[in-house]
């Protein structure tokens, strides 16, 4: 089984660039999450779907981001415009429903750095 | 709300030695799942152990054994003859039924030669 796809796994970007972070989840899987890594918030989780649909979006920062999953294999985190503060690594991560303890398997993730 | 306390920011142990890492948690749900995650030097969140609230037996799997306290929402983590390794972040973490999962903010576990 190939796990949680990510990529790139890095991306060095400058300030104002627009970002595009993609995921394909473990085949089969039904939820996706992206969570956002740093020294300072930790891991934060951002968004996440189920069956394709966002559920709870609370956690995006603000409206310059957004994601989408336009079919089960596929998901991506867009930054626009990108800024520095926004250096982080990304992780996506996928699960199943109905499993006994529903665990969430992640990615590699993206390493972000935004000049 | 939610939360997951960890309140050794760094910890050390000796090669061979045991290491137990402390997390309370904060829930107002009846029936949940926690779980400790790992996370090495090459950045990959690796899945460690789970518990399931409703299990009283605390979970093994092989060096790793947890302390599930539920009535003092505490769940920690033992690691036995510790190896070169073990040396990472280490994050608990608890999710309800909802599937939103909090993590906490990491212990960072060095295993000295």
């Known amino acids: 089984d190939a796990g949680v796809i990510q990529s790139p796994r890095h991306e060095v970007t400058e300030m104002g660039q627009e970002v595009t972070l993609r995921c394909k989840p473990i085949?089969?899987?039904?939820?996706l999450f992206w969570y956002r890594q740093t020294m300072m918030r930790g891991l934060e989780l951002l968004i996440y779907?189920?069956?394709?649909?966002?559920?709870?979006d609370s956690g995006m920062p603000e409206d310059r981001f957004s994601a989408k999953m336009p079919n089960a294999s596929f998901s991506t985190l867009k930054i626009q415009p990108s800024e520095p503060r926004d250096s982080a690594v990304y992780f996506c991560?996928?699960?199943?429903?109905?499993?006994?303890?529903?665990?969430?398997?992640f990615g590699p993730g993206t390493r972000l750095t935004v000049l | 709300a939610q939360t997951v306390t960890q309140s050794q920011p760094e910890m050390s142990v000796q090669e061979a030695e045991t290491v137990t890492l402390s997390c309370t948690y904060d829930?107002?749900?009846?029936?949940?799942?926690l779980f400790w995650y790992k996370q090495p030097p090459s950045r990959q969140m690796i899945l460690v152990i789970r518990?399931?609230?409703?299990?009283?037996q605390n979970a093994t799997e092989n060096r790793f054994s947890v302390n599930f306290q539920k009535a003092a929402k505490s769940f920690s983590l033992k690691i036995s003859d510790s190896q070169l390794g073990d040396t990472a972040m280490y994050f608990c973490?608890?999710?309800?039924?909802?599937?939103?999962?909090?993590f906490g903010p990491g212990t960072s576990l060095s295993v000295i030669p």
């Open positions: 779907f189920n069956n394709n649909v966002p559920i709870d």
């Open positions: 518990q399931e609230a409703y299990k009283q």
């Open positions: 829930t107002s749900e009846n029936n949940y799942y």
């Open positions: 085949s089969g899987h039904d939820y």
């Open positions: 991560a996928s699960s199943l429903a109905g499993t006994e303890y529903n665990e969430q398997f």
């Open positions: 973490a608890h999710k309800t039924s909802y599937d939103k999962v909090i």
